[in-house]
């Protein structure tokens, strides 16, 4: 029990890990969080600090799901990979290192089932990557991915007889698309930013 708690703390701690926060002090002397939508993610520091810092978060921001959900595996520890994975994307959404004030977890939700669910991670990549491509809002890209993974994940439960990760993805996305509804109601009204893959960070 103590062995599963210290997993889920960690889990936790890791995802509290404010990488948009830092990159954006360390990086450019700037606190993210008085820029743009305020938010503590790789598409508000794609959109004030540009590429290159953009991908250094996404990286950690991804790694971060990875690495808790990686823990249990590696410790052999009585406890699906999942709820650590889990920990760490509460973690980012509600970080202890920035007041409880994070991001949106899209990032950290892709690594913790990059480890725990390798095909709904493909069918989420390639959703996500396509709407990005062709409407260059990273937040539509969001929405439809958690929404293609509701049903890709529904329908791997139903041919496994594994409810485990489709019970918590479709809590989780459903989640996520509630944090988007600020976004949604912007998409909406063709007020959305779009994010500036291939711009150069602008001139602050």
């Known amino acids: 029990m103590i062995e599963i708690i210290g997993i889920l703390v960690l889990g936790y701690l890791l995802g509290s890990i404010p990488f948009a926060l830092l990159v954006g002090k360390w990086g450019h002397g700037m606190d993210i969080r008085q ?68 991001g949106k977890a899209v990032a950290t939700s892709g690594g913790m089932l990059l480890v725990t669910s390798p095909v709904l991670f493909i069918f989420l990549l390639v959703s996500f990557l396509t709407t990005l491509r062709l409407s260059r809002m990273v937040s539509l890209s969001s929405i439809v991915a958690a929404s293609v993974g509701i049903v890709v994940s529904i329908t791997i439960g139903v041919l496994t007889n594994d409810w485990i990760v489709p019970t918590f993805f479709t809590v989780l996305a459903l989640f996520v698309i509630f944090k988007h509804r600020e976004n949604i109601q912007r998409i909406r009204q063709g007020t959305e930013s779009k994010i500036p893959l291939f711009a150069k960070k602008p001139s602050e």
């Open 35 to 102: 820029h743009g939508s305020g938010n503590l993610g790789t598409t508000n520091t794609f959109r004030v600090l540009g590429k290159k810092a953009g991908i250094i978060v996404l990286i950690g921001d991804f790694g971060k799901g990875a690495v808790a959900s990686l823990v249990p595996i590696l410790m052999g520890a009585d406890i699906h990979p999942l709820f650590a994975g889990l920990a760490a994307v509460i973690g980012h959404i509600y970080p202890i290192f920035a007041k409880f004030k994070g």
